[in-house]
Nanobody
């Protein structure tokens, strides 16, 4: 059974940092792109960042470029999202996901999802 489990969310002041983790289990994800999405209340789920597990290529939404960094630890089958200079508009539930084929930017193309972790940034 495939499982993606996020952790690391919480409450932080504007300008602060958080690191999210996504532990993957149940299969080999070397051929998958691992992505992070977020969804704020009343808004659609939006792409944040993605990491080509085997090749190391990274992708970012313009809104987080230069502030967020996605990385992976192959030995731990874990993907991280380091979030710096957080803003109140970053407040959302953050989801880890894996896609085997299709667009890395489209949530509908992803095959597996975690349960989400809440990030709240106070002003």
């Amino acid at each position: 059974q495939v499982r993606l489990v996020e952790s690391g969310g919480g409450l932080v002041q504007a300008g602060g940092s958080l690191r999210l983790s996504c532990a993957a289990s149940g299969r080999t994800f070397s051929r998958y792109v691992m992505g992070w999405f977020r969804q704020a209340p009343g808004k659609e789920r939006e792409f944040v960042a993605a990491h080509n597990w085997s090749g190391g290529t990274t992708y970012y939404a313009d809104s987080v470029k230069g502030r967020f960094t996605i990385s992976r630890d192959n030995a731990k089958n874990t993907v991280y999202l380091q979030m710096n200079s957080l803003k109140p508009e970053d407040t959302a539930a953050y989801y880890c996901a894996a896609v085997g084929s299709g667009s890395i930017y489209a949530a509908t193309d992803y095959d597996y999802w975690g349960q989400g972790t809440q990030v709240t940034v106070s002003s």
